[in-house]
């Protein structure tokens, strides 16, 4: 019958355009393959630096257009990260606009096959007013939790009320407007200019608000509420259709780095659960205080451990020189490093146990799917509600709510989790929400029928 419909329904094309993060782009080229999979024809409109990989995926088609940033903002330096994230999205709102705008009009567009509507990543908010001047209709992906999108309407409230900017004085503060946040769980950024990026929200919230519609990386039975706050505040259709990854699909690796096989094969080595998995992500730096404290609280635990220390992720150094000399020689084969892996492989391993994250949304959905709880240690905006959420509201993970990160607390945490009976509580828990977002996609599911409405809102937005 789907068959039969996709067959009668003339084919058509959808614009995607990702933000250059490897958080943002993973999420929309799964989005790419779903779509694919409904029957329309995906063309990908990236920016030339943190570019995917078209061979990886051929039935895709490929336009690159130009960053137009400054050759600082993007020279790698040792231990640089997260400082200049609001700075790189706010320029590239202004430095891409006629790149994409020219990229539409003379390739994107000029297919024999009619372009239904633009997917922009929500971050680019200049994507609104070009698809206006272009009659295009313009869906937003939201690649980060509903719950966490939630507050950014609230900002002008927050600030007025004196929460924002957070101050270090009030950060256990109960943020009565959205139990259970504390002031430290607001999703904000350190930036020496905090305007700037209260302005990028504002821009991005609005923008938002004039689409036609979001799409979400969630399932309804998880945020729920949050999902009807930003319905009932912004007024355009929402699409939770997540999670991504686990459609039945063939989904290429659009990782910018190597992922390291050699995971895999030293899981093979472990017994079952007894894992615990450490990423940060792709953007959260350390202190090398923070680096070394992670080593001996992991040393400590007497488990074994996998962990992903990025290149250039921890202040001062290139990658494990911190390290003291014989240090995983010392464990015997209980710690494995590696610079990046392929985590969603790695989290459905048996023999992981845990995971050790900085929170960041796609790591929370891909652990959640695998039934693998947390010890959460968010860095920065989103980051910090998420691990708010998994602690206290799914109860699906432990936090480490101490701003300083220090090896007792982290052997503690990872006991409290691993040999427990609270961690038994909260794996039984992780469990059932893992049993609920694999249905959810089921035929009948909420993710199923919304991703049927989305397909039928887009024929819709073509004619
Ligand atoms: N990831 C990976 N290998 C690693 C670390 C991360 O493939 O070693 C992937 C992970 O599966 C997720 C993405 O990178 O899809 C990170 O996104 P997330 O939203 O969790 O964090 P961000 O990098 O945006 O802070």
């Known amino acids: 019958m789907e068959q039969q419909q996709q067959k009668e329904r003339k084919r058509l094309r959808l614009v995607l355009f990702p933000l250059p993060a490897q958080g943002h782009i993973n999420p929309m080229l799964e989005l790419a393959t779903i779509l694919h999979s409904k029957g329309f024809s995906i063309t990908i409109i990236h920016i030339n630096f943190n570019s995917p990989n078209p061979s990886n995926h051929p039935h895709f088609t490929f336009h690159s257009i130009p960053h137009g940033l400054p050759d600082h903002m993007l020279k790698p330096t040792t231990g640089s990260g997260t400082k200049d994230v609001i700075s790189i999205i706010t320029h590239l709102n202004i430095t891409t606009v006629e790149p994409f705008r020219e990229c539409l009009t003379s390739n994107a567009l000029d297919d024999d096959e009619p ?25 937003v992906l ?12 609230a900002f002008p409230l927050l600030l007025q009320k004196g929460y924002l900017p957070v101050q270090d004085s009030r950060l256990e503060e109960p943020v009565v407007e959205f139990p259970p946040l504390k002031v430290k769980d607001l999703p904000v950024i350190e930036t020496q200019y905090p305007e700037k990026f209260y302005e990028l929200i504002s821009r991005v919230v609005s923008e938002t608000k004039a689409s036609s519609g979001i799409i979400w990386n969630t399932f309804e039975e998880l945020e729920q509420s949050a999902l009807d706050s930003i319905a009932n505040q912004l007024s355009i259709p929402m699409f939770p259709i997540g999670p991504f990854h686990k459609y039945n699909l063939a989904y290429s690796s659009s990782s910018f780095l190597v992922e390291d096989q050699s995971s895999i094969s030293w899981l093979n080595t472990q017994p079952p659960n007894s894992v615990i998995y450490v990423s940060f992500g792709s953007v959260a730096v350390l202190s090398e205080t923070e680096f070394l404290e992670i080593a001996w609280g992991l040393a400590n635990s007497n488990l074994p451990f996998l962990w992903v220390v990025r290149p ?16 995983l020689e010392s464990l015997r084969g209980r710690g494995h490093i590696v610079k990046w892996a392929p985590q969603q492989q ?25 039934g693998v709880p947390m010890i959460c240690k968010p860095s920065f905006i989103d980051q910090n509600v998420n691990s708010r959420y998994v602690s206290h509201v799914w109860k699906v993970g432990v936090k480490l709510e101490n701003g300083i990160l220090e090896r007792g607390d982290i052997e503690r945490m990872i006991t409290k989790l691993m040999r427990e009976k609270e961690g038994e509580e909260i794996r039984c828990r992780v469990s059932k929400l893992k049993d609920m977002a694999i249905s959810c996609l089921k035929h009948g599911g909420t993710s199923y029928k919304y991703l049927d409405s989305l397909v039928n809102h887009i024929h819709s937005l073509a004619h």
């Open 115 to 139: 372009v239904a509507c633009l997917i922009s990543d929500a971050m680019f908010h200049f994507t609104r007013a070009v698809a206006d001047s272009l009659k295009l209709p313009r869906l």
């Open 142 to 153: 939201r690649t980060t939790s509903a719950t966490s999108f939630n507050v950014f309407p």
């Open 312 to 327: 250039r992720s921890i202040h001062g150094s290139e990658w494990l020189e911190l390290l003291p000399n014989g240090f």
């Open 346 to 370: 790695v989290l459905a391993h048996l023999a992981v146990g845990a995971f050790w994250t900085h929170s960041g949304w796609n790591s929370t959905m891909e652990s959640i799917c695998e």
